[in-house]
């Protein structure tokens, strides 16, 4: 079974652009989440979607958007990029099951640098 | 507010000793624990996880170690590898919520 994968995977913007990343999760897997990781801050937590609604926020600004298709496919979108913005994005995807823990599968991340 | 901590930027170990890597948590409510291994240019990978109900779970040479009251966990790795030289992560959880991240440990495992 495929991973979950990300494009692109490495990503140059100016400061005040606008990006957009995607994720497309393991075959079966409804759920997507998206973490932003920074040397020092770990993975933080930035939205969850399931069947194309946002679960879960974390707090991040408004900046920070999201979306899920109904093929589960999901995109994250930054609009007004800040130097700060620079970081990993990495998507998880998992199943998931009622009232349970669902293991979370990541991907490889994209890397985003911000000039 | 850092719900999760790892106090412990690296850590450093010879192969074949004991690797132990901490992790405290100040939201009582957290129900699940897990660790994940993260090597550089791939994603994390799930390595272990914990429910609250227990306070050790053990797969191979890795064991997780849950002390509620002190709200600490640890991962014990025995021996260590070379290969287990990656950033490790601990993440909570509470009632199937989302996954809250430490800042990670970067392991070194010489030989």
């Known amino acids: 079974k495929a991973g979950v994968t990300q494009t692109p995977r490495y990503l140059i913007k100016t400061r005040g652009q606008q990006v957009t990343l995607s994720c497309s999760p393991i075959?079966?897997?409804?759920?997507v989440s998206w973490y932003q990781q920074t040397p020092g801050q770990g993975l933080q937590f930035l939205f969850e979607?399931?069947?194309?609604?946002?679960?879960n926020k974390g707090n991040f600004p408004g900046r920070f958007s999201g979306r899920q298709f109904s093929n589960s496919r999901s995109e994250m979108n930054v609009s007004t990029l800040e130097l700060g913005d620079s970081a990993l994005y990495l998507c998880a995807s998992s199943l998931p099951v009622q009232n349970s823990y669902n293991e979370q599968f990541f991907g490889p991340g994209t890397r985003l640098t911000v000039l | 507010d850092q719900q999760v901590k790892q106090n412990s930027p690296s850590l450093s170990v010879q192969e074949g000793r004991i690797s132990i890597l901490n992790c405290d948590y100040t939201n009582s409510m957290f129900d699940y624990f897990l660790w994940y291994k993260k090597y550089p240019a791939e994603g994390p990978t799930f390595l272990i996880s914990?429910?609250?109900?227990?306070d050790k779970n053990e797969d191979g040479r890795f064991t997780v170690f849950l002390n509620k009251s002190a709200k600490h966990l640890s991962l014990h790795i025995v021996p260590s590898q070379p290969g287990d030289s990656a950033v490790y992560f601990c993440?909570?959880?509470?009632?199937?919520?989302?996954?809250?991240f430490g800042t990670g440990t970067r392991l070194q495992v010489f030989p």
């Open positions: 979607y399931f069947s194309e609604t946002q679960r």
């Open positions: 993440a909570a959880s509470r009632n199937t919520d989302k996954l809250i």
């Open positions: 075959s079966g897997h409804r759920s």
């Open positions: 914990i429910s609250s109900i227990k």
